[in-house]
């Protein structure tokens, strides 16, 4: 189940996102935050030690018996902005940011890993009729 936290005025459409859930079998929950730019520059500074804002963070719980698998924070000012850039709908973007973030709860890191991060974005996206994954757009 998702937990969502919206600290936006955004309206959220959660059905592709438990989705995403249901494809990856996950059987712990999951809380999403949506926040403003401001608020994840905050968290990104606090928790990372980078001074900007981004589009998702990640923070897993794998160590603590009977909690949620984590949180993933999302930008909703980020994602507007690379929605409106790359012409597909705010929802895409949201889960698209979604896969990114439940993955690296799930473990998977693209910045060490011999592209199996990358490989599982894809099929999810193909499955799920999405855009152009996070780390396909960086790379």
């Not at 937990?3 to 712990?28: A, G, H, P, S, Y």
Request: hydrophobic content about 40%; cysteine-free.
């Amino acid at each position: 189940m998702i937990f969502l936290t919206n600290e936006t005025t955004q309206n959220i459409d959660t059905k592709i996102l438990n989705d995403i859930v249901q494809k990856l079998d996950i059987d712990r929950d999951v809380e999403l935050l949506i926040v403003s730019n401001q608020k994840i520059h905050k968290l990104n500074r606090e928790f990372r030690g980078v001074d900007k804002p981004t589009d998702v963070l990640s923070f897993p719980l794998n160590d603590i018996a009977n909690a949620p698998l984590g949180s993933i924070v999302i930008s909703i000012d980020k994602a507007k902005e690379v929605a409106d850039k790359l012409r597909h709908s705010l929802d895409e973007e949201i889960a698209l940011l979604f896969i990114h973030g439940l993955l690296h709860l799930l473990g998977y890191d693209h910045e060490v890993d011999n592209g199996e991060m990358r490989a599982k974005e894809e099929e999810l996206i193909k499955e799920l009729n999405l855009p152009k994954s996070l780390i396909v757009r960086t790379t």
